[in-house]
């Protein structure tokens, strides 16, 4: 402004030096004409230079004050934006002097403290901290005026409600080179910046974590399971009480770590794979089991389910399992199968020694009692001959003759139950011909369909024995409880990859009442059907559903009964 007041200033001077100069001229008439005239023409010609000159300088102070209301503009603006920065910033901003008196505040950091900027300014900040925490507003302001660096505390300040506020208070004091000048507290006061920030729902949310946390520790603790959590690279972040006592490690001396870092090599590439194979696919895995040696040195076995867990994003985290020790199960379960092998081998060497209590009783049946049958027979045809004329001996000898052969009859039956003779004598096949063809007079109104496939000579006795017996429990039972109007078997030789390795596979089928395989059954047929066949190392299967008839899958080994032979 100074250089445009001196501007205007030379210009007056310029135009009254110009006016005296003229009426000089004008009133000096002692010089002549031709004098007077090259006068005027100077002046003139003075007037015009000065009148451009003032002109060019009219519009160089035009453009400066066109650069000064452009700046007084950018300078509104630029003020205009610190206050929107300033008071419309998410944080408070406050300026408090050594007494921690507040000398400047933002919006926000008024509407933090709950009031107005006019009400605030001027009033001690420790007003606004709750009583618990004024010791630390004055730690904290101690601290920001004998350090150089900033200085963070976390404090709750008052609210119109009973719940505080939490802030975070981070100070710097000022240069010693600015102090506050103010009527009010005098001047050359030190002062401090500090930035206030509300961090009520951060705290809220760390709580809320820490006791997840927490609930999370304390399961994992109680719960009677092995539990671990991995990250990504497959390092163990949480792990539960037990599996810390399985390893016989510390927590501290767990986490962290691999698989590789805890158990032997093999098993820990094998639980890599599964958990890399979990991962990859991103679906639950069940019924892992997994065999390994506890810090006591004592074989453990598990069975673990392993599944992937997502992050807040949506994405794979991580990997959670859940093993069970089932070594107890385990070992009832080995318990139990010996036992049942113990069982079985009880059940053969019972079948074995029916089939020969059969052969011997059919023996006994044949050579005695046939022996003395056929006695009485032909002693009564001898005194039959020999009572001519005696009416009543002859009747009493006739019947007695009638009831040798009808007993003979009887035990003839009875040989085949206990052994039928074509299976010794022709095979398996005929003996089952001759089998369900009398079944077959017996039971006139079912249809009955036999089929033998394969060539079925050269079986082993055992083999025999035991088709010839499920067969004829099998159609006993049908007889008896299936009300059946068709009936269908069929016996195929299976072939293997060398002769000796084949099968002999038997079905049987009837459409009669079926049964439900989910409620137990009172009966022994299939039972004894089924216990036959695994006695003779085979495997058993049944289907059935009410009103839809039975089906018997049973498959033999040839090896089984060639090793059995051996032995």
Known sequence: MARKWSIHTIQFDTIKQLDNTQNISVNRTDFGFGIKRISDKGLEDDKMKLLHELQVRQLELEAQNRELREVQRMLEETRDRYANLYDGAPVGYLTLDETGCIQE??????????GTRENIVGTP??????????????????????????????????????EPNCVR?????????????????????????????NITEQKRIALALQQKRTEQDALLNAIPAIVFYKDLNLRYVAVSQMFTDLLGRSLGNVLGKTDFELLPRELAEDFQRINREVLESGKTKAGIESRLTDANGNIVYLSTVLAPFNNTEGNIAGLLGVGIDITPLKKAADVNLELLQQNRALTQNLYSIQETERCHLARELH???????????????????????????????????????????????????????????????????ELTNKWCLHNPNIIFEFALE????????????????????????????ALAKHVSVCLSREPGETPDAGAVFLRITDDGKGFDPNQASNGFGLLGIRERAIAAGGVFSSFSAPGHGVRIDVRLPLKYQLERRKR
């Open 105 to 114: 505040i933002n919006l926000t950091g008024a509407t933090m403290l709950c």
């Open 125 to 162: 900040l420790v007003t606004h901290v709750i009583e618990g925490d004024i010791h630390a507003f004055s730690h904290h302001l101690q601290q920001t005026f004998n350090s150089s660096g900033n200085v963070v505390t976390e404090l709750r300040m008052m609210t119109r409600t009973d």
């Open 169 to 197: 208070l981070e100070s710097a004091a000022m240069p010693n080179c600015i102090r506050l000048e103010s009527a009010a507290i005098g001047n050359g006061i030190r002062a401090c910046r500090t930035v206030m920030i």
């Open 367 to 433: 050579d005695e009692l046939g022996q003395w049958l056929t006695a009485i027979h032909a002693e009564a045809q001898a005194i039959l001959c020999m009572s001519v004329g005696e009416p009543t001996v002859r009747a009493s000898v006739q019947a007695i003759s009638e009831s040798a052969t009808e007993m003979h009859e009887v035990i003839r039956g009875m040989l085949r139950h206990l052994r039928p003779a074509l299976l010794d004598e022709l095979g398996l096949a005929d003996s089952l011909r």
């Open 454 to 481: 394969g060539n079925l000579n050269g079986l082993s006795e055992n083999i025999n024995v035991t088709v010839y017996r499920i067969i004829q429990e099998a159609l006993t039972n049908i007889c008896n409880h």
